[in-house]
């Protein structure tokens, strides 16, 4: 795979809804197998995201999702988008990763977030005010612990003695940061190896804080989540799914994803998630279209992956879109990307 190369992948939250009511057993191990499948048409990478105390039981686990898919695929590359990091200890989510890498073979990246809803924070015994700080120490202390550093850390949020992290990454993890804001973004481009980045919106904003943390633009990383739904007709699919797409971005407006849930009023319905671009409807050509327009203008995108299924969707409706996804629109947006790119060197 050359390094212009971008992955496809699947993006996983393990939401089981009351409102669309199945066994969490039966739902994990029809997820493992599909992903298995996936991996045998063609994804090139899973991500897994974290919550706590939600009671649709998005996973508070990755890890231990990540080391059974693990077990389950040969080449996939597995990470997270994302762990939100404030809430745990960092010598322990390095000793984690370093785990996963391991029992991977070194197919595992980290990447974290500072997260945002109040009562993990407090259940946990942070204050959401201090999720910048925790977040950038968090970073610096991972790093150290994968680089042998055993020097003592004394910071504004952690102290730590110096103790040897074991066993070590033999493939060190990249460490991605996910964020939507320009404050937060300009953090990203500091501290981390690449930027989950979701809908697309805040590139230019992750390349234009590069150019001011003084790092060369062409060396930027970016980890897209698609919020699309591709579909052979795209209007009726959505008619069918609509209602779980509904209830995601509102779950996610409800916990403060995208501002203080008072301030931020929810989708009443899916018409209008649609209408204000919060999920994006294509037919493969439309998918084919897009994809290669945003991977010719942004090179630094390194993987793009969408959603395997939407809460309280079942497995092998979420199948069938990757069946399509993976047949017929990933081929044809490598043939046009490196179409494209054949020209731009001539």
């Known amino acids: 795979m050359s390094e212009h190369t971008c992955t496809f992948g699947l993006w996983y939250d393990f939401r089981n809804p009351a409102r669309w009511p199945r066994s969490f057993t039966s739902f994990y191990a029809e997820t493992l197998d599909q992903i298995a499948w996936a991996e045998s048409r063609g994804i090139e990478s899973v991500w897994l995201t974290e919550h706590h105390f939600m009671a649709d039981g998005y996973t508070p686990s990755p890890f231990v999702i990540g080391g059974a898919i693990a077990a389950r695929t040969k080449s996939l590359k597995i990470g997270t988008n994302l762990i939100v990091s404030p809430l745990h200890n960092p010598i322990r989510l390095a000793e984690d990763a370093a785990t996963l890498s391991l029992l991977s073979g070194g197919r595992f990246d980290l990447g974290v977030g500072q997260g945002y809803w109040q009562p993990e924070f407090h259940a946990f015994g942070r204050n959401l005010r201090n999720r910048p700080s925790l977040l950038e120490e968090g970073v610096e202390i991972i790093r150290r612990a994968w680089s042998r550093d055993t020097a003592e850390f004394h910071g504004k949020r952690y102290d730590f003695p110096a103790l040897p992290v074991t066993p070590q990454p033999e493939a060190t993890p990249q460490l991605l940061v996910g964020a939507m804001a320009e404050p937060a973004i300009e953090r990203v481009a500091r501290i981390a190896d690449g930027f989950l980045s979701t809908q697309n919106a805040h590139h230019q904003m992750y390349i234009d804080a590069l150019e ?123 043939a046009a990307v490196a179409a494209g790119r054949q020209e731009v060197s001539v």
Do not use: C
């Open 212 to 334: 001011k943390v003084g790092k060369p633009v062409d060396e930027g990383r970016i980890y897209a989540g698609q919020w699309a739904i591709i579909a052979e007709d795209p209007e009726r699919e959505w008619a069918r799914i609509g209602q779980h797409a509904l209830y995601q971005i509102n779950g996610y407006i409800g916990m403060g994803a995208f501002g203080p849930p008072d301030q931020v009023p929810t989708f009443p319905n899916p018409q209008a998630l649609l209408d204000a671009g919060a999920f994006l409807l294509w037919d493969v050509d439309t998918a084919v279209s897009e994809l290669t327009t945003l991977l010719l203008d942004r090179p630094q995108i390194k993987d793009v992956h969408f959603w395997a299924q939407l809460p309280g969707e079942s497995v092998q409706s979420g199948s069938a879109r990757i069946e399509l996804l993976t047949s017929r629109v990933i081929p044809q947006v490598r």
